[in-house]
């Protein structure tokens, strides 16, 4: 079992930046691929960045590729999201998760894009772009 905890969010102008962190409670937080999703009023939740359990490999929606950098530090048991150059369409609620290793053929066959490969969701974190 994984307890995951997000933070970080808040209201920020267009253009500004926000680094969200998740951390984890429970099993080796190093035996997780990691992701981030989010989830804007009225959509469905979609994909964001993903991160694999050594933190080698990570994916990108092309929505947020350039703006955003996922990252983990396994000691801290965290992974974090620095999002620059923020835009009024990236406003939503961000969840990160978490997906088991022994999972890693179909995340990686995904590039961690997919939500139901993930085991383990926190609560979510509101972020909110004013133009």
């Known amino acids: 079992q994984v307890q995951l905890v997000e933070s970080g969010g808040g209201l920020v102008q267009a253009g500004g930046s926000l680094r969200l962190s998740c951390v984890a409670s429970?099993?080796?937080?190093?035996?997780?691929?990691m992701g981030w999703f989010r989830q804007a009023p009225g959509k469905e939740r979609e994909f964001v960045a993903a991160?694999?359990?050594?933190?080698?490999?990570?994916y990108y929606a092309d929505s947020v590729k350039g703006r955003f950098t996922i990252s983990r530090d396994n000691a801290k048991s965290t992974v974090y999201l620095q999002m620059n150059n923020l835009k009024p369409e990236d406003t939503a609620v961000y969840y990160c998760?978490?997906?088991?290793?022994?999972?890693?053929?179909?995340?990686?066959?995904?590039?961690?894009?997919?939500?139901?490969?993930?085991?383990?969701w926190g609560q979510g974190t509101q972020v909110t772009v004013s133009s």
């Open positions: 991160i694999s359990w050594s933190g080698g490999t990570t």
């Open positions: 429970g099993r080796a937080f190093s035996l997780y691929f």
């Open positions: 998760a978490a997906d088991d290793y022994l999972n890693g053929s179909s995340w990686i066959k995904n590039g961690g894009a997919e939500k139901n490969d993930y085991d383990y």
